[in-house]
T-cell receptor, first 111, second 111 residues
Framework: DAKTTQPPSMDCAEGRAANLPCNHS???????VYWYRQIHSQGPQYIIH???NNETNEMASLIITEDRKSSTLILPHATLRDTAVYYC????????????FGKGTLLTVNP | DVKVTQSSRYLVKRTGEKVFLECVQD?????MFWYRQDPGLGLRLIYF???????EKGDIPEGYSVSREKKERFSLILESASTNQTSMYLC??????????FGPGTRLTVT
């Protein structure tokens, strides 16, 4: 799976949009971009994934650049409960079944 | 909503004891996984199962075994617990090898 690079930490004001970037310049054509998050002392939580089109669900939006070398996870109205470590993963699935989390981005939502 | 439950949130065991960690999912997922998560080492796959009675080793299977007698239940067994198995244990399930849904985790301390 392609390596991903994320900033170690970001801050966001409560109620504002949080935009979390991820670089995956070596991503291959069959690799999806997945986002998970982990709130302190809890299990990771799946957020969203996409291949090349932008995606939106009830939790977040995922914007993938046309060249697929980077993406942005958008939490449109961040709340204090969104404070967590966010992981961006390039993952093809198939026989490569295991998830590998990098260091991720610690998002702190401030009141 | 997908629900993955784990038998205990916190567990304290003595060295040499046999330890059972149970995981149950209610979404009829074919795939189930056991990971451990340690500071600085990230998420590491211990075992996974893609069907009842089927199992495959992950990256760190030594000292562990698993059992999947029913589709919804995947057990992790520490045959003889050791202090280096003190960790956060995370179970996950997946309808296919893509988005994985995690349980809350079991923090195991071996003394």
């Amino acid at each position: 799976d392609a390596k991903t690079t994320q900033p170690p930490s970001m801050d966001c004001a409560e109620g504002r949009a949080a935009n979390l970037p991820c670089n995956h310049s070596t991503i291959s054509g069959n690799e999806y971009v997945y986002w998970y998050r982990q709130i302190h002392s809890q299990g990771p939580q799946y957020i969203i994934h996409g291949l090349k089109n932008n995606e939106t669900n009830e939790m977040a939006s995922l914007i993938i650049t046309e060249d697929r070398k980077s993406s942005t996870l958008i939490l449109p109205h961040a709340t204090l409960r969104d404070t967590a470590v966010y992981y961006c993963i390039a993952f093809s699935g198939g026989s490569n079944y295991k998830l590998t989390f990098g260091k991720g981005t610690l998002l702190t939502v401030n009141p | 909503d997908v629900k993955v439950t784990q038998s205990s949130r916190y567990l304290v065991k003595r060295t040499g004891e046999k330890v059972f960690l149970e995981c149950v999912q209610d979404m009829d997922h074919e795939n189930m996984f056991w990971y451990r998560q340690d500071p600085g080492l990230g998420l590491r796959l211990i075992y996974f199962s893609y069907d009842v009675k089927m199992k495959e080793k992950g990256d760190i299977p030594e000292g562990y075994s698993v059992s999947r007698e029913k589709k919804e239940r995947f057990s992790l067994i520490l045959e003889s617990a050791s202090t280096n198995q003190t960790s956060m244990y995370l179970c996950a399930s997946s309808p296919r090898v893509r988005e994985q849904y995690f349980g809350p985790g079991t923090r195991l301390t071996v003394t």
